[in-house]
T-cell receptor, first 112, second 114 residues
């Protein structure tokens, strides 16, 4: 079945450090790809998305590029802030059920 | 404001006592689904619905029921809750087309079954 392998956390960085969270997936057909973020005590919010190969999604300084040949969608940010501390989920959406398939999540802590 | 509303946010109940968690969306989305989130397991889909009166099992449907009588509502029913259903539950909705596939999530319902 469809699955996601996401970089294990937790990840702890200092403010202004560079962030990469790796994500690779297996999915039926041609998925749309999403990164969701979950702040403490809250629901999931869409961070960015890409719907076809070589698309780059971006938002709030975060970026990810849809790499069909490597089935990857790695999340990057050039300079993290304390307010970026959260759990990040990679999720393709595809298949007959149109479901989002979530990775286990990567907890990011950014220290001042 | 576009939103998915779940109620209650927190619930403690006893084994075997039927409960319903409500979910409502105001975006005219066709697709609605329920997920549970457990530590180390990420989010797993329980049930989904592609439109009114159309529901189907997700990955972990055992012990749950759903109904979709109106487009905006998608309640999750636990007819005889057990402690292994203690979890954080999320309702989500979206348009059906993948190209507009962003899902909107509710704030979550933290359920404890004792």
């Amino acid at each position: 079945g469809d699955s996601v392998t996401q970089m294990e956390g937790p990840v702890t960085l200092s403010e202004e450090a560079f962030l990469t969270i790796n994500c690779t997936y297996t999915a039926t057909g041609y998925p749309s790809l999403f990164w969701y973020v979950q702040y403490p005590g809250e629901g999931l919010q869409l961070l960015l998305k890409a719907t076809k190969a070589d698309d780059k999604g971006s938002n709030k300084g975060f970026e990810a590029t849809y790499r069909k040949e490597t089935t990857s969608f790695h999340l990057e940010k050039g300079s993290v802030q304390v307010s970026d501390s959260a759990v990040y989920f990679c999720a393709p959406r595809a298949g007959k059920s149109e479901k989002l398939v979530f990775g286990k999540g990567t907890k990011l802590t950014v220290n001042p | 404001e576009a939103q998915v509303t779940q109620n209650p946010r927190y619930l403690i109940t006893v084994t075997g006592k039927k409960l319903t968690v409500t979910c409502s969306q105001n975006m005219n989305h066709e697709y609605m689904s329920w997920y549970r989130q457990d530590p180390g397991l990420g989010l797993r889909q329980i049930y989904y619905s592609m439109n009114v009166e159309v529901t189907d099992k997700g990955d972990v449907p055992e012990g749950y029921k759903v109904s979709r009588k109106e487009k905006r509502n998608f309640p999750l029913i636990l007819e005889s809750p057990s402690p292994n259903q203690t979890s954080l539950y999320f309702c989500a909705s979206s348009f059906l087309s993948q190209l507009r596939g962003e899902a909107f999530f509710g704030q979550g319902t933290r359920l404890t079954v004792v």
